[in-house]
């Protein structure tokens, strides 16, 4: 039914002037004139001057608008909101930004206590070494190292859960130490150019072991003796024969398809320390480095190792 003039200008009547709905709200007009320009305030139209004109309840949208902006929302992400999309994803988005220039932060702030702590001398190699490393720092490095490292056949769930307990994860709130650890890490197995040939599983010609491990089965193997060996370093214990040992020098068998007798291991203890690289020291330095030697590495773990089957000849 159509509206009689009177109700038109009653109507009229009650629109408020971008003015008005700027001083109503406690903002400027320059502020409101943007949004609508944004498409976030739709004017109600024009008066016959070409005035926008605003109806009241676009007094409570733009208080929408501005809450919404306190917490740092883009405007895509406000027009979305106003839309009827998420308002929990977008404040969830907002506060995982938040979080990563936090993180970002705080690895700035332990970079530039290292180099303000250390020693004048020192002091241009570590901005160097530092400001080659993203902050906050990421884990691409080590991971590329290792699966340069680590056999191809070996299937995706071992090799996650090997990545997983070789490759550290930058603290969320670092120390000076920390951050030069993890700058240090990825300078390392950015340059490094190790690969699977040599390593134990592929052993060096004229050496203890004939032929080639089987590496699933070595690394799955490995997945049992180091835990067990990690404990035993944990507790203090000195590297000896016993059940570590036993699982060590099982999985290497059961990856030659050998038995495990006193011939192969003295094969496999040849095999080992032919096999070993300096390199990997460095790579557990750096780790103890990034965790502040908090716990035993896979490092620590076939180290002791090592010292057992060394002890146990």
Same mark, same amino acid.
């Given at each position: 039914?159509?509206?009689?003039?009177?109700?038109r200008?009653?109507?009229?009547?009650?629109?408020?002037?971008?003015?008005?709905?700027?001083?109503?709200?406690?903002?400027?007009?320059?502020?409101?004139?943007?949004?609508?320009?944004?498409?976030?305030?739709?004017?109600?139209?024009?008066?016959?001057?070409?005035?926008?004109?605003?109806?009241?309840?676009?007094?409570?949208?733009?208080?929408?608008?501005?809450?919404?902006?306190?917490?740092?929302?883009?405007?895509?992400?406000?027009?979305?909101?106003?839309?009827?999309?998420?308002?929990?994803?977008?404040?969830?988005?907002?506060?995982?930004?938040?979080?990563?220039?936090?993180?970002?932060?705080?690895?700035?702030?332990?970079?530039?206590?290292?180099?303000?702590?250390?020693?004048?001398?020192?002091?241009?190699?570590?901005?160097?070494?530092?400001?080659?490393?993203?902050?906050?720092?990421?884990?691409?490095?080590?991971?590329?190292?290792?699966?340069?490292?680590?056999?191809? &056949?070996?299937? @995706?769930?071992?090799? *996650? %859960?090997?990545?997983?307990?070789?490759? /550290? #994860? =930058?603290? !969320?709130?670092? +120390?000076?130490?920390?951050?030069?650890?993890?700058?240090?890490?990825?300078?390392?197995?950015?340059?490094?150019?190790?690969?699977?040939?040599g390593?134990?599983?592929?052993?060096?010609?004229?050496?203890?072991?004939?032929?080639?491990?089987?590496?699933?089965?070595?690394?799955?193997g490995?997945? &049992?003796?180091? @835990?067990?060996?990690? *404990? %035993?370093?944990?507790a203090?214990?000195? /590297? #000896? =024969?016993? !059940?570590?040992? +036993?699982?060590?020098?099982?999985?290497?068998?059961?990856?030659?398809?050998?038995?495990?007798?006193?011939?192969?291991?003295?094969?496999?203890?040849?095999?080992?320390?032919?096999?070993?690289?300096?390199?990997?020291?460095?790579?557990?330095?750096?780790?103890?480095?990034?965790?502040?030697?908090g716990?035993?590495?896979?490092?620590?773990?076939? %180290?002791w190792?090592?010292?057992?089957?060394g #002890?146990?000849?």
């Amino acid at each position: 039914m159509e509206r009689s003039e009177g109700e038109r200008a009653a109507g009229r009547s009650q629109l408020l002037t971008i003015g008005e709905l700027a001083r109503r709200a406690g903002v400027t007009v320059k502020t409101v004139r943007h949004y609508s320009d944004e498409g976030l305030l739709p004017d109600a139209g024009r008066s016959g001057g070409g005035h926008r004109r605003y109806a009241p309840e676009a007094l409570e949208r733009l208080h929408r608008i501005r809450d919404l902006r306190a917490f740092g929302l883009s405007l895509p992400a406000v027009a979305d909101a106003l839309g009827g999309g998420s308002l929990e994803a977008a404040l969830a988005e907002r506060l995982r930004d938040l979080g990563g220039r936090l993180a970002a932060l705080r690895w700035r702030q332990a970079a530039l206590r290292a180099v303000t702590e250390a020693p004048p001398a020192e002091r241009p190699a570590l901005l160097r070494l530092l400001g080659a490393v993203p902050q906050p720092p990421t884990s691409e490095a080590p991971v590329r190292f290792w699966r340069r490292l680590l056999p191809r &056949e070996l299937p @995706p769930p071992l090799l *996650a %859960a090997i990545l997983d307990e070789a490759v /550290p #994860a =930058p603290p !969320a709130d670092p +120390d000076p130490a920390q951050a030069v650890g993890c700058a240090r890490l990825h300078a390392f197995t950015s340059r490094s150019r190790m690969s699977a040939a040599g390593r134990c599983d592929r052993p060096p010609p004229a050496t203890g072991l004939a032929g080639r491990a089987d590496p699933v089965a070595l690394y799955r193997g490995l997945g &049992e003796a180091y @835990p067990l060996a990690a *404990a %035993a370093a944990a507790a203090g214990r000195p /590297p #000896a =024969p016993g !059940a570590e040992l +036993d699982a060590f020098v099982g999985a290497h068998a059961q990856a030659y398809g050998e038995r495990d007798d006193d011939a192969f291991r003295a094969g496999l203890r040849e095999t080992v320390r032919a096999g070993e690289d300096p390199r990997m020291a460095a790579y557990w330095r750096h780790v103890d480095e990034v965790t502040g030697g908090g716990y035993p590495t896979m490092g620590t773990a076939h %180290a002791w190792l090592v010292g057992a089957l060394g #002890a146990a000849g």
